[in-house]
């Protein structure tokens, strides 16, 4: 097994129709998720061991966050 890291600016860009500013769409994250796919199933799998709070605090996001991921659908 392989561990990857990405570390990456993302822009914020402004719509020219809507007038909205959001992050430009990078290849690796679903729209609208701010999790990739591999990671939401990283969290899904932690969370059957640990606390939802205990995860939270090691990714440094709220537990709404984490049981959105493990609720969502």
């Known amino acids: 097994m392989h561990n990857a890291f990405i570390y990456a600016c993302v822009p914020r860009v402004a719509c020219s129709q809507c007038g909205k500013t959001g992050q430009a769409p990078v ?8 999790f990739s796919q591999l990671f939401d199933a990283f969290v899904i799998a932690l969370a059957r061991e640990v606390l939802v709070k205990i995860i939270a605090d090691l990714l440094e996001v709220g537990t709404d966050r984490i049981t959105g991921r493990l609720f969502a659908g």
């Open 27 to 34: 290849p690796w994250a679903r729209s609208g998720s701010g």
